[in-house]
């Protein structure tokens, strides 16, 4: 078993708030631990603003380099994501070695600009979204500039939960303990239908191994209709059996769209069953390490634990690396930069 000690692993589910945009946050919540409104739900933690205690968690937890994002804050609109990755790339610049950053954007018609300025002017390696945004879904029309520009420039996508998906209440916890991981499952099926038949080389990393996406594979799978057509007349509308699948071509069809998946291995609070699971479903090469510091691990010591239980899920020495940074490497570096 690797240590926890050895800077071994790229963290991509790592969150980050310049202190401005927080303290804005803060005087939003009246000084309230949590900001709970219609749009959001979302834990001030002071620790997020800070480089030096995130260095300091990372050198406890292995991490090597941890990609900052918070795609929960796009919600507040351009202007303000604007000003989260131009303090985002100050962040980088002064510890470039252990720290990269998402491009963050909301629904506007400025988005597709604002990545292409990061890109190109900071080199942010990939883009960060909520799996929902308000009432626009992913395979909405007024996403595709964003998915345009970051297939041109083969950017991956990191998704996170929306914090507060439509409907969710936040009767004990729900928000967070099944709509988000709800979200995040709606928002895979949105994409694999209705946005990879329209931009098929276009990379997602999906949040807390994917919601409930691995688990519910199967049945996602009765349902699955791409390429469209191609049910005989008397099976419109109904599941279909694994064996049918594969007889009108559907089989393939899903398969090859899911490999499209990468999953974090956040989210489980360090369950062994669930982290094992993945790495069955989506397999370990499709796996990233995600730690959720410093929101779900609150402190060094439990973004170690959930980091390091990769290591007791039985992989080969082979698939440890791939999830510690190989895989992580490989998407972050897919970047084209076009001038």
């Excluded at 109904?238 to 769209?257: I, K, M, P």
């Amino acid at each position: 078993m690797a240590s926890s000690s050895a800077r071994t692993k790229i963290d991509l589910h790592h969150h980050f708030v310049p202190d401005g945009v927080f303290q804005r946050l803060r005087e939003m919540a009246g000084g309230a631990t949590r900001l709970v409104t219609e749009e959001t739900s979302f834990t001030l933690n002071a620790d997020l603003t800070d480089p030096l205690k995130h260095l300091a968690a990372m050198e406890r937890a292995g991490v090597a380099m941890a990609v900052l994002g918070q795609s929960g804050l796009n919600f507040l609109g351009l202007e303000i994501c604007r000003s989260i990755n131009d303090e985002l790339a100050d962040v980088v610049r002064q510890h470039p070695d252990r720290f990269a950053a998402c491009v963050h954007v909301p629904v506007d018609p400025g988005a597709a600009d604002e990545v292409a300025r990061c890109v190109e002017d900071y080199g942010f390696p990939c883009i960060t979204i909520p799996t929902s945004l308000g009432e626009v879904y992913l395979d909405d029309p007024r996403m595709d500039p964003i998915w345009e520009t970051a297939q041109r420039y083969r950017t991956p996508i990191i998704l996170h939960p929306n914090l507060l998906p439509k409907g969710a209440s936040t009767d004990y916890g729900l928000e967070r303990s099944t709509a988000r991981t709800t979200d995040t499952t709606m928002a895979a099926v949105r994409i694999m239908c209705g946005v990879f038949n329209r931009y098929p080389d276009l990379l997602f990393v999906l949040p807390h191994c994917g919601g409930t996406l691995g688990w519910l594979k199967g049945r996602i799978a009765m349902f699955f209709d791409e390429p469209p057509g191609q049910r005989p007349p008397e099976l419109r509308g109904y599941a279909l059996t694994a064996s049918q699948q594969r007889q009108y071509g559907f089989a393939d069809t899903f398969e090859e769209r899911f490999r499209r998946f990468y999953v974090d291995t956040a989210g489980t609070g360090a369950w062994l069953q669930a982290i094992k699971m993945t790495s069955e479903v989506f397999g370990a090469d499709r796996m990233v390490c995600g730690s959720d510091y410093p929101l779900e691990a609150k402190n060094p010591e439990e973004m170690a634990e959930v980091l390091d239980a990769i290591y007791q899920v039985g992989l080969s020495p082979e698939q440890v690396r791939m999830v510690e940074s190989e895989t992580a490497q490989h998407l972050l570096t897919r970047v084209q930069m076009r001038g």
